[in-house]
């Protein structure tokens, strides 16, 4: 297993912007599949957004796709979630994920995870 730390969550105003980050203390960041997952009071933890390791491809949820962007640094271990067009359905703890391989998008295929960063959208 890694150490996972996100960051930068807030509150923010319907229709604004944020970025969530996460660094990991892992030795092989490159190969592992990062993946942020959100849960709401009262709800399953739920997939966002997912980082391949190697080709670096990525995959979304329907219900953020077009408005969040994954993208890693490996030199820095580093991966980082850009949302825009924030609306209160995105309210949420927001949590980053490690696995060795695979592209899951099941919370249970992980068994990495950071503390969660709270992330709030006010309408």
């Known amino acids: 297993q890694v150490q996972l730390a996100e960051s930068g969550g807030g509150l923010v105003q319907d229709g604004e912007s944020l970025t969530l980050s996460c660094v990991s203390s892992?030795?092989?960041?490159?190969?592992?599949?990062m993946a942020w997952f959100r849960q709401a009071p009262g709800k399953e933890r739920e997939f966002v957004a997912l980082s391949r390791g190697g080709s670096g491809s990525t995959y979304y949820a329907d219900s953020v796709n077009s408005r969040f962007t994954i993208s890693r640094d490996n030199a820095k271990n580093t991966v980082n979630l850009q949302m825009n067009s924030l609306k209160s359905d995105d309210t949420a703890v927001y949590y980053c994920?490690?696995?060795?391989?695979?592209?899951?998008?099941?919370?249970?295929?992980?068994?990495?995870w950071g503390q969660g960063t709270q992330v709030t959208v006010s309408s």
């Open positions: 994920a490690a696995a060795p391989y695979g592209g899951f998008t099941t919370a249970a295929a992980y068994k990495s």
């Open positions: 892992g030795r092989t960041f490159s190969t592992y599949t």
